[in-house]
């Protein structure tokens, strides 16, 4: 089984094909802006039905444990499959572009999209009640998904561009090369890039949760804080 340096090594490896990644990344979100405004369904109607999937699985109340298990679950299941996208060759580049594109379209579309088992659009449900009250751990969540997510998102889909040029290489298209490509991508996903998107997933459960309280009696306040002025 290969160790963690191994692992570690790989995805280092892997560093400047997830640069290409994020660019064709920033590509697709660039193209959302022409997307959504001259209305092209054919490239709307899938990520909008992925969120109203997404919202009625976590459902209108948004509980912690239902919100961080879909984000985890979701994201580590999509990052999974990207990363052995390789075996069909143009695949990984393909679902860079299109990930930027679908991620613009619902950053743009999705706060129209009512959710389920409320009358209420999505952007309404997910503003703060007191803007000026959000904590600052809030926003300092918010990054840390950033930088947890999109690289780990990004590596993935390197990682699944290195298998497609290893695998079109002449002769190289076997099961066996498959197998063993396969298996140092799933170690690595095990041990840095699963640990990262649990981490990434509580951040960002932690950041709706306060960011949808803030104004609140205690969501304002740090653990702790009885409301007393000193």
Not at 101 to 115: F, T
Not at 129 to 135: M, T
Not at 139 to 158: H, K, N, Q, Y
Not at 165 to 171: E, F, I, P, V, Y
Request: charged share 15%; hydrophobic share 55%; glycine share 10%.
């Amino acid at each position: 089984m290969p160790s963690f340096g191994a692992s570690l090594h790989l995805l280092l490896d892997h560093m400047w094909l997830g640069v290409a990644a994020a660019l064709l990344f920033v590509a697709g979100l660039a193209t959302a802006g022409p997307v959504v405004r001259h209305d092209y369904r054919a490239l709307m109607d899938f990520p909008l039905a992925v969120l109203r999937l997404v919202l009625r699985l976590i459902g209108p109340e948004l509980r912690a444990v239902r919100v961080f298990l879909v984000i985890f679950l979701f994201n580590a299941s999509a990052i999974f499959l990207y990363m052995l996208s390789g075996v069909l060759v143009v695949v990984p580049a393909v679902v860079a572009f299109l990930t930027g594109v679908n991620i613009g379209v619902v950053m743009l579309k999705g706060g129209e999209i009512a959710v389920p088992g409320d009358d209420r659009p999505l952007a309404s449900v997910l503003a703060p009640r007191e803007p000026s009250h959000v904590p600052r751990w809030v926003g300092r969540c918010g990054l840390l998904v950033l930088a947890l997510e999109l690289p780990s998102f990004w590596i993935s889909v390197g990682m699944g561009i290195g298998m497609a040029r290893k695998l079109t290489a002449a002769g190289q298209y076997t099961l066996a090369n498959m197998g063993a490509l396969v298996t140092e991508r799933v170690h690595a996903y095990w041990m840095i890039i699963l640990p990262a998107l649990l981490l990434s997933a509580f951040a960002e459960t932690a950041a709706i949760r306060g960011h949808t309280r803030a104004g609140g009696d205690e969501a304002a306040e740090p653990p702790g804080h009885d409301g007393e002025q000193p």
